[in-house]
């Protein structure tokens, strides 16, 4: 079963959105969850992530932007992205942290304009 991100959209730079992921509660509850994006030409990064109890990390270019969470009652992770630039343009994923390549969806697509 893959892991469905959706939210993604056209934004001018300085906007929001927020996406959101559904997971299994097998897979939700058992694991640490995260966000990953891939820019055009570029390779996957993790740009978030939420351990079980809910601590959370970011890679630098998005610290005081996005705030990851985790709905348990919903199974659902969430990524909200405030102060948008162009260069967070990327397919965003979201996956198990480590991620399992069983799970890789297509992702959402996130483009800012400047």
């Known amino acids: 079963v893959q892991l469905q991100a959706s939210g993604g959209g056209l934004v001018q730079a300085g906007g929001y959105l927020r996406l959101s992921c559904a997971a299994s509660?097998?897979?939700?509850?058992?694991?640490?969850m995260g966000w990953y994006r891939q820019a055009p030409g570029g390779q996957r990064e993790l740009v978030a992530r939420?351990?079980?109890?809910?601590?959370?990390n970011y890679v630098d270019s998005v610290k005081g932007r996005f705030t990851i969470s985790r709905v348990n009652a919903k199974n659902t992770v969430l990524l909200q992205m405030d102060s948008l630039k162009p260069e967070d343009t990327a397919v965003y994923y979201c996956?198990?942290?480590?991620?399992?390549?069983?799970?890789w969806g297509k992702g959402t697509l996130v483009t800012v304009s400047s």
């Open positions: 996956n198990t942290d480590p991620p399992l390549r069983s799970l």
């Open positions: 939420t351990t079980v109890g809910g601590i959370t």
């Open positions: 509660g097998s897979i939700f509850s058992a694991n640490a």
